[in-house]
């Protein structure tokens, strides 16, 4: 194991509301206690209620979840960033770690037009997308065998 495996996995994307906040939980259900995960955004805002919603569904409680800013988090405890920023620019993480970028389009919407089965949709897309990726990514950091 290198020394980033032992270090955190930090999942950042602008307001830290939905997909890395998604991120966040399903990571900590993936990987439990063998990698710590978090999440934070370079414009935090709070976590999305449609987020709390569909992580629910998956048996994942993100109530107590709240948005962070990037600049909270120390850099020497982090060994891998992951960004989920698709058509927006992705906040900036200084420091030497592993770098991968996984474009998921933003689910959340301020438009009030969209039905709410939509946003549901939307958010567990996301939610399901993140999850593939995370298993994927879990079973080339721990390879069974």
């Known amino acids: 194991m290198s ?3 032992t270090k955190s996995i ?4 602008v307001a830290n ?11 900590r259900m993936i ?20 987020a709390v919603e569909v ?4 048996g994942v ?7 962070k800013s990037v600049q909270t988090i120390d850099p020497s405890k982090v060994g891998t960033v992951i960004t989920l920023c698709a ?14 970028h996984w474009p998921i389009p933003d689910p959340a919407s301020k438009d009030p037009s969209i039905p709410r089965e939509e946003m549901l949709t939307r ?20 390879p069974q065998g």
């Open 3 to 5: 020394n980033n495996d």
């Open 10 to 13: 930090l999942f950042l994307c």
């Open 17 to 27: 509301s939905a997909r890395s906040q998604m991120a966040e939980g399903l990571g």
């Open 31 to 50: 990987f439990g206690d063998r990698i710590p995960v978090a999440s934070a955004g370079s414009e935090p805002s709070k976590v999305n209620p449609y």
């Open 55 to 58: 992580m629910r569904e998956l």
């Open 61 to 67: 409680d993100l109530t107590t979840h709240h948005s």
């Open 87 to 100: 058509e927006e620019v992705c906040p900036v993480f200084l420091g030497k770690v592993r770098r991968l």
């Open 123 to 142: 958010f567990r897309t996301a939610r399901d997308t993140i999850r593939g990726m995370l298993e994927r990514l879990a079973a080339e950091t721990f």
